[in-house]
């Protein structure tokens, strides 16, 4: 049993010193689809607004949330909650997976500024 429990061991010792690596960052962007990720709507316009576009990708052409900075595109984790901030101006706080280019989302927030 030691030898197959020592393997199973290290594996979870593994990965949890992966997680405590990750660490909180703050993104800023604007919430947009997989299909339009650059948020430039001109060549589909799904909608009258910017907003009605990102969500009609999503909705209908199976696109997802993402997050464009205006020079890198991550995909956002959470799709439930970035569904209510399409087209509009964020900040994104969670970790960044580099190899995905995907932010797990803690929260997201409008940009007031």
Do not use: W
């Not at 993402?66 to 970035?82: F, H, I, R």
């Not at 569904?83 to 997976?97: M, N, R, S």
């Amino acid at each position: 049993m030691g030898r197959v429990m020592r393997p199973a061991i290290v594996l979870v010792l593994a990965m949890g010193a992966a997680a405590a690596g990750q660490r909180t960052q703050t993104f800023t962007g604007v919430v947009t689809d997989s299909e339009c990720s650059n948020a430039d709507h001109s060549h589909m316009r799904m909608g009258p607004t910017d907003a009605e576009c990102v969500n009609a990708c999503v909705s209908e052409h199976g696109a997802s949330y993402v997050l464009y900075d205006g020079k890198n595109t991550y995909t956002l984790s959470d799709q439930k909650t970035a569904e209510g901030f399409g087209a509009k101006k964020v900040i994104v706080t969670g970790t960044l997976d580099p190899k995905t280019k995907t932010i797990h989302v803690a929260s997201i927030k409008t940009d007031g500024r």
